[in-house]
């Protein structure tokens, strides 16, 4: 019976008369819901937001790397539905969880997203759906969270009746080279017949799928690619912070190793680490480690220092104002970008939050310039955008640079300000010469 549901799930699969759905219609299910789309299955995206789904009813598009134009012409073909209504979940044979797994204030996995979906989801799962779970979380969970979940829900039996996978999500917002279609895809199942699933599946959509032996080695590998990227983040930035004590130029000291063509991997220093994976998973696989007893010292170490940097460039701020023989304290500051990165409107932990919170702790009057954000929102303030750049520009104290937008003209900044604080180095050689400039 078992081979006969995987046949015909599999058929159904390589034939494109399967119909797909997407559980979570954020920066990472929202695309992949196109690819699917795109690539010929009929695709229903799932979320409880209504906002959401009115706006994808409308073929309006929240997510910078999807076009409201590319949804539009999907909804209106009908390849893409989008509804806030779980019930039709029964209805489909394949299921991707792309739900947020963000940390609580406490700094512990908050899994009440992937909990509340597998709850919604366990009541209509059916024979012959494979179920691939692509939010980014602790090795372990797609076995000992999903799988009992739905197992006693249903009363079906896995890589039997019901096949189920993990697969981490790889996105990177606002990146072109590499999306979600070929961007290699890993793989891993409960069972050999849930990964075969899962492969079949991804298959037909993306370019290259990786299968791997198990849902723990993929959720292992998507937590080791981003602690790769936040230990290293955090080594250059204690760089900067040695290089600071030592009267030596960082960015200079890291172009001059960029040099080497083998043994170096350029990484820079920042304001801080943002985004939704670097900051976070590598301390989803912190907290797993220290229910076994281990403490993960290079994850704690770089997280240490990380954290550390806003509090940091609010230093460099104040001793900067301070050679000006100004107080922080009442002083006009105008930050630059509040994205986590470049050229994006994503602000998921933003260090650019961290440091104006932090101006405003201190009594200075902060406002901020940000060409794809209009509005942050935090828990004691809330600030806007402002319209007129240039002359919040002359009239601040001080510019500080936190996201450097490739929109914004830095040659006119630095002409027009009277003091800047640069942590991106967006200024280059002209910030480096300049009296008025304070770099990382």
Same mark, same amino acid.
């Given at each position: =019976? ?47 937001? @209504? ?117 981490? @999500? ?54 080791? @690619?981003?602690?790769? +990227? ?11 912070? =040695?290089?600071? +004590? ?18 170096? =991997? ?42 550390? =940097? ?37 602000? +998921? ?68 300000? +009277? ?22």
């Amino acid at each position: =019976m078992s081979n006969t549901i995987l046949d015909n799930l599999t058929a159904k699969l390589n034939n494109k008369s399967a119909r797909v759905a997407i559980l979570g219609l954020g920066y990472v299910g929202l695309p992949l819901a196109v690819v699917f789309a795109e690539a010929g299955f009929k695709v229903l995206g799932v979320d409880p937001d @209504e906002r959401k789904i009115a706006a994808l009813g409308r073929g309006e598009s929240y997510v910078l790397d999807v076009s409201s134009e590319k949804i539009s012409a999907l909804v209106q073909s009908g390849a893409f539905q989008a509804t806030s209504d779980f019930s039709q979940l029964k209805d489909v044979d394949a299921i991707s969880i792309c739900v947020p797994t963000p940390l609580r204030k406490t700094g512990d996995p908050d899994l009440s997203y992937i909990v509340n979906a597998t709850d919604s989801l366990a009541q209509y799962v059916r024979k012959g759906q494979v179920i691939v779970l692509e939010s980014t979380t602790y090795p372990g969970t797609t076995r000992e969270l999903i799988l009992p979940k739905i197992e006693e829900t249903s009363g079906l039996k896995v890589g039997e009746d019901f096949f189920l996978a993990f697969s981490p @999500e790889r996105v990177d917002p606002g990146r072109t080279d590499f999306t979600t279609i070929n961007t290699p895809k890993v793989v891993g199942g409960v069972t050999p017949a849930c990964l075969k699933a899962a492969v079949a599946w991804y298959s037909q959509a993306l370019q290259k799928v990786v299968p791997v032996s198990s849902t723990e080695v993929a959720e292992m590998a998507k937590l080791l @690619e981003n602690t790769f +990227r936040m230990i290293n983040i955090g080594l250059v930035n204690e760089l900067a912070l =040695m290089c600071d +004590r030592l009267g030596v130029d960082v960015w200079e000291v890291i172009d001059a190793a960029a040099t080497k063509p083998f043994g170096f =991997m350029k990484f820079q220093p920042g304001p801080g680490l943002g985004g939704h994976c670097i900051p976070i998973d590598p301390l989803y696989l912190s907290w797993k480690l220290r229910s076994l007893n281990y403490t993960a010292r290079f994850i704690e170490l770089a997280s240490e220092i990380n954290t550390g =940097m806003p509090r940091y460039v609010v230093t460099k701020v104040q001793d900067a104002l301070n050679d000006h023989a100004k107080a922080i304290k009442g002083s006009k500051i105008l930050v630059l970008g509040v994205a986590y990165k470049p050229d994006i409107d994503d602000l +998921r932990e933003s260090p650019a939050i961290d440091v104006i919170g932090l101006l405003l702790q201190k009594g200075a009057a902060v406002k901020f310039f940000d060409p794809y954000i209009s509005r942050v929102v935090h828990d004691s303030w809330e600030l806007h955008s402002v319209t007129d750049m240039d002359k919040e520009v002359k009239e601040a104290d001080c510019v500080v640079i936190i996201t450097n937008h490739s929109s914004i003209d830095y040659s006119a900044v630095l002409e027009s300000a +009277r003091l800047i604080v640069d942590t991106r180095n967006a200024l280059g050689v002209q910030g480096k010469e300049s009296p008025k400039v304070v770099r990382l």
